[in-house]
């Protein structure tokens, strides 16, 4: 047997060649590896493979124009088949619209007009190529997880994303992520080498017209594809959209059209009629201080009713507290704007009465509008009115911008899962929501007079696990041949009994209160289970539910209602005319161009000239909105037996994070009074506060600041130019870290 000998590194003579190194040693070693690299070069083309392809590579040349636009339907043709996770449906995609596929062969085709720019051709055609194939994996991979195709929107939203990694990958495939893109890094880099150069001579200026007019080619063939309708830029369903219109134009149509456009026949003449000489702006009731409730909404993560789903069936009805207030209270089905995602969209119809069907598609205005400007909704308009407005969600603050965008809708307080003891969870990690009622009565607690509380719940949130998960269900589902099928089912199913039991204890604690209220609970999309409209009851992918409880006894009236709706609706039942975009609602709904005006006033109060606004003012000027609606409170610092810091007070969470001279602390949460510092010295003079924290290390709101001195605290006077605890000063920081 042949032994493997191993040579000894000579460590102490490779130290030695280095101290003695000189310059021109370098020198002389980079020339000598760039000839031999040239001469390796200079072998291959002179290979007698070489001389047999300069043919075949001359032609190619030639043909290369009609040679790429093969290779962009080749990419094409692969993104479909991974979007749609099928070769077959890719296929028929292809055979069934040939006009759509190679209109879409030609965006792709349009990007490798780049490669002519420069000499390593084949390495650009890779690295295109690469960049639209990765684009379709990423659209792929997330309509396994949800229904909602991949749009630009979603790079918006990405900070949240990574933040929720845990709660979408498992470790497996984290790692098999990772790996992947290291290996495609290595794979494309050794291809700059690998690749060649194109030899002939380069026409860069021609070669920039040539790109100018493929692109130019792109926008007139686009518009002339919409006239033929060809495709569409109205997404009414951006899932259907995707299939029907391909990947690579829905993609580009959600990264460019954003926002409203200016629609026809906008005008200061047009809006003053729409706006009926501005009473549209006006805010008034026909009741009574006494007589106005509370206005509780809450919107239930991917509710619906399971009994809905045609085939499936259950061992108890796994909603019993909600079936009861069906037949009792106001209900019926709730059109959302998104499907399997898009939380935050229904809560925008719900909160400022616009529809999302005016804007981009796949887009956030959350994200995008919101995030930096004023916008009325219904905590502005019943504020007018001498409401308090609270918001509350049991997930982080900076999560989908809400502590802006809440700010710039004028509520007063934002209590998120930093300002809660979240103890229980769901197994997938998502708080549970019975954290809410009792943080909910003290939002409520704030105000002397009615309340707007708006709450949004997350322990129903996907991903829903295709592997037993819980041993003892309270609910067993049957119907579903598949058991990873029957187990997501399974799962999903009994996370709606925990709502429904939620809804209950809510309910009870409102009616604990004695005070007039109205209570209505909705969902915000499907949850996301590879459902088709013929699975379900109503033949509508779009449809939740939602009940409208009181104690105020109100008429039971049932009706279908679009989330942009509800606000409206509500508001009228109660005498409630606040409000502009309600207003309208309450005034238009059901008359001849309903959908076409409201159109235009979101316009006009979104991106246009605010002629709406001319004779009362905007609502919401600036924010003044406070997170949480208590204090962290420092009462103690104690020096424990080990030399470490213990800090004692009340209103601690697990987002709770101390702070010593300005700089924070590595902080172990132990209870609601109780932090403590392993990692960290209080020395005489130090300043100690605690600060509830968020994403990007966002400070939400802070305790008083004490000077520590022997054991001692003093509180340090606050500076007057200092911003008000827990208000703007947070703002400007989440969006300078996030941005």
Same mark, same amino acid.
């Given at each position: ?27 002389? !070693? ?8 040239? !001469? ?5 083309r ?14 190619? $040349? ?9 290779? &962009? ?14 070769f ?21 085709? &349009? ?21 639209w ?19 630009? =929107? ?15 990958? $498992? ?19 050794s ?11 380069? !026409? ?7 790109? &100018?007019?493929?692109?130019? *080619? ?35 149509a ?14 200061? /003449? ?7 000489? @501005? ?9 009574? *201080?006494? %007589? ?6 809450? =919107? ?12 499936l ?19 019926g ?9 898009g939380? *935050? ?47 509350l ?78 041993? $003892? ?57 590879n459902? %088709? *409209? ?15 409880w ?10 279908n209602? &679009? ?22 609602? =309450? %005034? ?30 905007e ?23 080990d ?7 009340? $209103?601690?969470?697990?987002q ?24 960290s ?14 994403s ?10 004490y000077?520590?001195? @022997? ?21 400007? /920081? %989440? ?5």
């Amino acid at each position: 047997m042949k032994r493997i000998h191993i040579k000894k590194p000579d460590i102490r003579g490779f130290f030695t060649k280095v101290r003695n190194l000189k310059k021109e040693d370098i020198k002389r !070693h980079f020339k000598e590896k760039k000839e031999r690299r040239q !001469h390796i070069l200079e072998q291959r083309r002179n290979s007698r493979f070489a001389k047999k392809m300069q043919p075949v590579y001359k032609w190619m $040349n030639r043909l290369s124009l009609p040679l790429q636009f093969l290779l &962009a339907c080749v990419v094409n043709f692969l993104i479909e088949v991974i979007s749609r996770l099928s070769f077959f449906e890719a296929w028929d995609y292809l055979v069934g619209t040939p006009l759509v596929f190679l209109y879409n062969a030609f965006m792709i085709f &349009a990007t490798f007009s780049i490669v002519y720019l420069v000499r390593r051709r084949v390495f650009a055609r890779i690295l295109i190529s690469v960049f639209w194939i990765f684009l379709g994996i990423c659209n792929g991979y997330l309509l396994t997880k949800r229904v909602t195709p991949f749009n630009a =929107q979603d790079l918006k939203v990405l900070s949240d994303a990574l933040e929720l990694t845990g709660n979408y990958f $498992n470790t497996f495939e984290l790692v098999m992520i990772i790996i992947g893109v290291v290996a495609l890094v290595f794979w494309v880099v050794s291809m700059w080498r690998r690749g060649g150069q194109f030899q002939g001579k380069m !026409h860069r200026i021609i070669a920039l017209g040539g790109v &100018a007019v493929s692109f130019g *080619a792109c926008l007139v063939l686009t518009n002339v594809a919409i006239d033929k309708r060809v495709i569409s830029n109205y997404f009414g369903n951006i899932a259907f959209a995707y299939e029907d219109y391909g990947f690579p134009y829905c993609f580009s149509a959600s990264l460019f059209n954003t926002g409203i456009n200016k629609p026809a026949g906008y005008s200061e /003449q047009t809006m003053d009629e729409i706006s009926d000489h @501005g009473e549209l702006t006006k805010n008034e009731t026909g009741r009574s *201080a006494e %007589e106005l409730p509370n206005i509780m909404f809450v =919107q239930l993560e991917s509710f619906f009713d399971p009994t809905e789903v045609e085939w499936l069936r259950f061992s108890e009805d796994p909603i019993p507290n909600l079936r009861k207030l069906f037949s009792e209270y106001s209900s019926g089905y709730f059109k959302v704007p998104s499907v399997g995602a898009g939380t *935050a969209n229904t809560e925008f119809e719900v909160l400022t009465g616009m529809s999302m069907r005016f804007f981009g598609p796949g887009e956030y205005p959350y994200k995008t509008y919101g995030k930096t400007k004023t916008l009325e909704s219904a905590a502005s308009a019943l504020t007018a009115l001498g409401y308090g407005a609270e918001a509350l969600h049991n997930n982080g603050g900076n999560f989908y911008s809400r502590a802006q965008v809440f700010n710039h809708m004028g509520f007063d307080h934002y209590t998120s899962k930093e300002f809660m003891n979240i103890l229980q969870t769901t197994p997938k990690g998502w708080a549970t929501d019975d954290i809410l009622v009792p943080n909910i009565m003290e939002s409520m607690d704030t105000t002397e007079g009615q309340d707007f509380v708006f709450t949004i719940t997350v322990e129903g949130h996907g991903e829903y696990p295709t592997e037993k998960t819980l041993e $003892n269900p309270e609910i067993i589902v049957s119907g579903v041949e598949d058991e990873g099928e029957r187990n997501a089912w399974e799962y999903y199913v009994n996370l709606m009994h925990e709502t429904d039991k939620f809804v209950k204890e809510l309910i009870d604690a409102v009616e604990a209160r004695n005070e007039p209220t109205v209570l209505v609970f909705y969902g915000d999309h499907l949850p996301t289970m590879n459902l %088709e *409209a013929k699975d379900l009851k109503s033949k509508y992918l779009y449809n939740t539910n939602y009940v409208i409880w009181d104690n105020i006894g109100l008429e039971k009236k049932d009706g279908n209602y &679009a989330a942009y709706q509800i606000m409206a609706e509500v508001f009228d039942r109660l005498d409630i005319h606040s409000g502009t975009v309600f207003n309208y609602h =309450q %005034e238009r709904r059901q008359t001849k161009n309903y959908l076409a005006d409201l159109e235009l006033l979101q316009y006009d109060i979104m991106y246009g000239e605010q002629y709406v606004y001319k004779e009362s003012g905007e609502p919401v000027t600036e924010g003044h909105m406070v997170m949480g609606v208590k204090d962290a409170v420092i009462s103690e610092v104690v020096k424990q037996w080990d030399g470490s810091f213990s800090i004692y007070g009340d $209103n601690f969470t697990k987002q709770s994070k101390v702070y010593i001279n300005g700089e924070k602390q590595t902080t172990k949460f132990l209870n609601n009074t109780r932090l403590d510092l392993k990692e960290s010295q209080l020395n005489d003079g130090d300043t100690v506060m605690v600060a509830q924290v968020g994403s990007s290390n966002t400070i939400f709101r802070t305790s008083k600041t004490y000077e520590y001195n @022997g054991g001692v605290l003093t509180e340090v006077p606050e500076d007057e130019n200092a911003p008000e605890n827990g208000r703007q000063a947070f703002v400007k /920081q %989440e969006e300078e870290q996030e941005e």
